[in-house]
């Protein structure tokens, strides 16, 4: 068992699948198996080439070549592998993957849209990935048996969101890869039409807190429970509409409402600072009757903790500025120009999942 659980430590999980696939392959070349593997699995066919490579040169598979065809295979010792991990990949995997997998899922999930439609505010949404990641894990919103409501103010940053949903199984990992396509649910902003589990439909900058406030208001006259929390970019701070619904949400003493500012430093091209100044921004918020906190808006621990103690207690409505990075504090996405409209080629997704899961 200990032997089994270092083995599945050296193998990712698509060297997993493309063993589990070759495993009793007789007649497919490496390039149609893993093009099929590709289409019916979500993972960029270019992934899948990557990791069918290593494991050749590791002597686990083999296959033919254009001008010598031939099927792909397990050696001895791939066979060997496969039949000790693969039996024992879904008891073990649970107690391997580490309590920030999910967040790790969801940045790779956000990337692999992008990669897929060549399209997508990608670093908006890396950059709120770990705060709606932490969201879900706490107060699993948006659900037909949960009593809390979720609204993504800054809906450009739609990918994460969906990436999320994925990751709940809510929807499936392969129709993320329909981002923005013709008669897909999932548009570049989220549509409640085409996707319940958006609650709403948002896109144009600085509503979302007003309809936050109004389902919390809401929920006060009803004596229903359940929080509410909006997410809304820094950027989107610059609306007046946005601090009318502050205005509100402290006269009406909303303590089920959590407004998270995904503090990126960052609106279009330019600092938000150079474009029109918003600190001293927890003073802001203070001066308008809500309690205020400042935290690493990439540490899901403290985002967690953070969420947890106010869903437990809250005695006004709560703005949680989380400073965050337009790379999602993926290193090799760093100091990347124009991380407005990014979208990675290949060779930055593989390097950008290698930097994600600490390989």
Do not use: C
């Not at 100044?277 to 808006?297: A, D, H, N, V, Y």
């Amino acid at each position: 068992m200990i032997l089994a659980k270092l083995l599945l430590k050296a193998f990712n999980q698509n060297q997993l699948l493309i063993i589990s696939t070759v495993n009793g392959n007789q007649t497919l070349t490496a390039s149609s198996l893993l093009a099929k593997l590709s289409k019916t699995s979500g993972v960029p066919l270019s992934t899948l080439k990557l990791n069918a490579k290593i494991l050749r040169q590791s002597g686990l598979i083999v296959y033919g070549t254009p001008e010598n065809p031939r099927s792909i295979s397990l050696t001895g010792t791939g066979k060997m592998l496969f039949n000790i991990l693969v039996p024992l990949k879904e008891h073990l995997q649970p107690e391997l993957n580490d309590k920030n997998q999910v967040f790790k899922n969801a940045k790779t999930k956000v990337l692999r849209q992008g990669v897929s439609s060549g399209l997508g505010h990608l670093p908006s949404s890396l950059s709120a990935s770990d705060l709606i990641a932490s969201i879900f894990r706490v107060f699993s919103p948006n659900v037909v048996d949960s009593h809390n409501s979720f609204v993504l103010s800054k809906g450009h940053a739609a990918p994460a969101l969906y990436a999320m949903l994925a990751e709940d199984k809510t929807i499936n990992d392969n129709e993320l890869l329909s981002l923005g396509s013709l008669g897909s649910r999932l548009q570049s902003h989220p549509e409640r039409k085409f996707l319940p589990q958006s609650l709403v439909s948002t896109g144009s900058l600085g509503q979302g807190l007003s309809i936050g406030v109004g389902i919390a208001l809401g929920k006060k006259i009803k004596n229903e429970e359940g929080k509410v929390i909006v997410l809304v970019g820094d950027g989107e701070l610059n609306e007046g509409q946005i601090w009318e619904a502050a205005m509100s949400g402290a006269h009406h003493r909303l303590d089920n409402l959590i407004v998270v500012v995904d503090r990126n430093l960052l609106q279009l091209n330019g600092s938000t600072e150079d474009i029109k100044r918003l600190e001293p921004l927890e003073e802001k918020w203070s001066s308008f009757g809500w309690e205020t906190i400042i935290t690493e808006g990439h540490n899901p621990e403290k985002l967690i903790r953070i969420l947890e103690q106010l869903n437990a207690h809250q005695n006004k409505p709560m703005a949680i500025i989380a400073m965050t990075e337009r790379s999602g504090g993926i290193k090799s996405i760093r100091g990347k120009k124009n991380l407005f409209h990014f979208i990675p080629t290949p060779e930055e997704f593989e390097r950008a999942v290698i930097d994600i899961n600490g390989i």
